[in-house]
């Protein structure tokens, strides 16, 4: 054992710091404590380690002790950043669970875990926050030479401004200025902090006094009646809030921005752009009250009771049955006992819509979290939480992560959505599940709520594991949409298509439109053709790092991979045998709204999918126009499938059913009846019964009778004996190993290397290696290795270990030189 004590300093203790760093090692490494920073080490601070030759990281302590590594030398610590720790005891225990299940390291947790701002490290990127006011008098010398330097060049790197200050300790400067609002942090400097502001109008002091008020009305309305209509309406807005926003007014009076901007010009009127707070709400005053349903009610009451026993409770509630106002109460409850909330949600985009609906019963209480929020607002979240400013957090998958301490309920809405699973990076995690053992570590209730249950959910609820509530009818006795299915091999023999829309979409459409309601229409797939194809050779334009053929986008004139986002100019003609006759086979949303904006052209059609959504208050802006009104028809991808509730939605098309249907994969069934569920139930929500039509070539499919009978129970027990004799969850678990290499050769004698180790241990259990539906993605050739386990009669815990200790051992032969392996637990 190495000795640090020496003499000169026999009054002192040598401790030691093991850190997390975020890194994808195995081990943590272990770092010597300077005598000076003894007092201030404590675990869940952060610490400035150097780690190889020259990088430098924060890291975070996970234990001390007075005990040396035993292998190597350990080197000094080189600064503790924290006053007091930033990660909780809680949630490292958390992390570390979450290495053990979903095989992988607590440095990738820990990556995934922390805000970037929360991480820095040497290629960390620092650029002037664009929204912060620097007073340079008040910098000190160090702080003045890094804002000079970034005027010069607006990105720098941490190891930039360890040359810059000729110092290698440059975190606790860094770490000043973010807390000061003078820098921003950021892993990707795509994302790029943009406040979000809002336009408020204030009626000039000078027409306060009411003689001079009424001479300017009477003017106005004999010149300009619709600039008199503004200030009269700004008048009777001024009686009811303080601040008016210049939308709020045009909305009110009726009037466009160029009347608002005539009375800006004649100064009766100031605009004042205000930068609005992402989290926070300005005016919540006043709480939005309501009353549960008799059926509500009993449902709310069933589910409290059950929580007397068990910890997770499933509510199986149809669409638009009030399981919001359910969760709403529950929400209550907690914060009434003086406990944290977690509300997680499906989707990033779905958070702000929801938000909208829960800040009029929490106002300031409710934070939000996800990972489209920048690092300054993510950091400021994360403090908020662990200062216990929030009572109730909202968000996304990654919000599993944040450092609670006192969590009394988790609400997991929508809890059979994919989106809760992540596929890379490691850790491969679902946040379902994740918050499930999270709720369990503060003896947390847990509410799942579904319209459509994931089969594991549900056979859980079914064995009694779960406790399970049910509400069966819409909320308000609201009917579920009366659904058509159409053939559209019986349309195109009696020509009656156009375009890609039936005859019975067309008329639901137009109906709709004459009746001045609003219409989604579902298509799961983006771009506007997936398929180029050359007539004469059948030559197909394919992705040069992957194995997927390119999708044309008409908007860029490009041809896309989704995969990699390889890009290249669409073709006139064919590269292969210089034919000019290519056509594009297929459709996505973008030739929907395309042919829609012909067959209608007075509608008003929108697109929503990955392609418009990518700025970053674009869904919000989106959804804010079809709730206004302002967006007749809204053509999308799944994102129109999850959680929106607007009004004036009475007619729902799935244009193509089958894609959905025909997926190569054990759950296909499951998910095309959740989509088709999910979609459907967008319709009519209050008032009117709504419209579905979904168009296919095969009308008489099994699960889409189910659809239209909404009968899940019955999908459920056709489907769970499948699952049951071809040995799938959630009678068996699952652990896929994908085995990745740029050249194929190698990774054909790897991954066969690997199967033949794994059938050592587990014989028949292991099916592979083969190659999955797509063999190349960025470059990487990809073979795919199965393994199956009895849920109830083996160990998954001794399972997991020799897993870890066979990739181990390959990655100490020869063999292994260039290949990645990655395990994922629970891969669908």
């Not at 060049?153 to 003078?182: A, C, E, R, Y």
Request: charge should be neutral; proline fraction near 4%.
């Amino acid at each position: 054992m190495l000795e640090f004590n020496e003499t000169q300093h026999t009054d002192r203790i040598t401790l030691f710091a093991e850190v997390i760093l975020p890194l994808a090692i195995s081990k943590n490494y272990t770092y010597r404590v300077p005598y000076e920073l003894n007092d201030v080490v404590e675990v869940g601070k952060r610490v400035v380690v150097q780690f190889g030759k020259s990088k430098l990281y924060t890291a975070v302590i996970n234990d001390i002790t007075e005990v040396a590594p035993e292998r190597y030398q350990a080197k000094y610590l080189m600064e503790v950043l924290d006053d007091r720790p930033v990660v909780t005891t809680q949630q490292l225990d958390f992390w570390k669970w979450l290495a053990d299940y979903y095989l992988c390291n607590t440095g990738e947790v820990m990556a995934a875990a922390l805000p970037a701002a929360l991480k820095l490290a040497s290629e960390t990127r620092i650029m002037l926050n664009p929204d912060g006011e620097v007073d340079r008098s008040l910098l000190h010398d160090k702080e003045f030479l890094i804002v000079d330097a970034l005027d010069i060049q607006p990105i720098l790197t941490v190891s930039d401004i360890v040359k810059l200050l000729g110092q290698k300790i440059v975190m606790p400067v860094l770490k000043s200025m973010f807390d000061k609002n003078i820098i921003h942090i950021s892993e990707e400097v795509s994302e790029r902090y943009k406040p979000r502001k809002r336009a408020y109008v204030r009626l000039n002091p000078f027409y306060q006094d009411q003689e001079m008020l009424k001479e300017l009305f009477v003017q106005l309305e004999r010149r300009a009646p619709k600039q008199a209509d503004a200030v009269l309406a700004y008048i009777k807005l001024s009686r009811e809030q303080k601040q008016i926003s210049k939308n709020d007014l045009m909305e009110a009076s009726g009037v466009g921005a160029s009347i608002i901007k005539s009375l800006t010009e004649k100064e009766v009127f100031f605009i004042e752009e205000k930068n609005v707070s992402r989290l926070y709400y300005e005016d919540n005053s006043e709480f939005a009250t309501f009353e549960l349903s008799d059926v509500q009610q009993n449902v709310l009451e069933d589910i409290q009771d059950q929580f007397k026993q068990k910890e997770v409770v499933l509510l199986h509630g149809v669409t638009s049955s009030g399981k919001t106002e359910i969760y709403i109460r529950l929400v209550e409850e907690a914060i009434a006992a003086g406990k944290q909330v977690l509300y997680l949600l499906p989707e990033i985009a779905l958070t702000t819509h929801v938000i909208e609906r829960l800040r009029k019963y929490f106002g300031n209480d409710i934070g939000v979290y996800h990972s489209r929020f920048n690092d300054n607002e993510r950091v400021e979240v994360w403090q908020k939480v662990l200062n216990h400013e929030y009572k109730v957090v909202l968000g996304a998958r990654s919000s599993v992560f944040l450092p609670f301490d006192n969590l009394g309920l988790v609400i997991i809405d929508e809890e059979h959505e994919t989106s809760y699973k992540q596929f890379d990076p490691a850790p491969r995690y679902n946040a379902r599940d994740a918050a499930i053992y999270l709720a369990n570590r503060y003896q947390a209730k847990v509410l799942l709520g579904s319209a459509t249950p994931s089969f594991e959910s549900y056979f859980n609820a079914r064995t009694k594991k779960y406790g399970f509530a049910e509400l069966t009818e819409r909320f308000g006795g609201v009917s579920l949409p009366e659904t058509k299915v159409v053939s559209i091999t019986e349309e195109m023999k009696r020509k009656t298509m156009q375009s890609h829309f039936t005859s019975v979409l067309m008329e639901a459409i137009e109906e709709a439109l004459k009746s001045k309601e609003q219409v989604i229409l579902f298509q799961n797939r983006r771009g506007y053709a997936p398929v180029l194809v050359c007539r004469v050779c059948a030559f197909t334009p394919r992705c040069i790092n992957c194995d997927v053929s390119l999708t044309y986008h008409k908007s860029s004139s490009h041809l896309h991979c989704h995969y990699c986002g390889y890009k290249e100019e669409s073709l006139s003609i064919c590269p292969a045998c210089g034919s000019t006759h290519l056509e594009y086979k297929g459709f996505g949303t973008e030739k929907i709204e395309d042919e829609l904006q012909v067959l209608l052209p007075d509608a008003r059609i929108a697109r929503m999918d990955l392609d418009t959504t990518r700025a970053r208050n674009a869904y919000q802006n989106l959804l804010n126009d079809l709730e206004e009104k302002r967006i007749d028809i809204l053509v999308g991808t799944q994102m129109v499938a999850k959680g929106l509730d607007f009004s004036d939605v009475t007619v729902i098309g799935i244009i193509n059913a089958d894609s959905l249907l025909k997926y190569p994969d054990y759950r296909a069934n499951e998910r095309s009846f959740q989509m088709l569920a999910q979609v459907s139930g967008r319709a009519g929500r209050r008032g009117k019964q709504g419209k579905v039509v979904i168009q296919t070539y095969n009308p008489e499919h099994r699960v889409i009778d189910q659809v239209i009978r909404n009968d899940y129970k019955e999908l459920y027990l056709t489907e769970i004996e499948e699952r049951k004799s071809f040995k799938y969850p959630p009678f068996y678990r699952i652990i896929q190993m994908d085995i990745k290499h740029r050249d194929a050769e190698k990774l054909y004698h790897q991954a066969e290397y690997l199967g033949v180790e794994l059938r050592k241990h587990f014989g028949d259990r292991v099916i592979g290696p083969e190659y999955p539906l797509i063999s190349r993605i960025r470059n990487f050739y990809i073979k795919s290795i199965m393994l199956k386990f009895e849920r109830d009669t083996i160990s998954i815990v001794k399972v997991k270990a020799v897993i870890r200790d066979v990739i181990q051992e390959f990655q100490t032969t020869k063999l292994s030189k260039g290949c990645i392996v990655q395990p994922d637990v629970d891969p669908y």
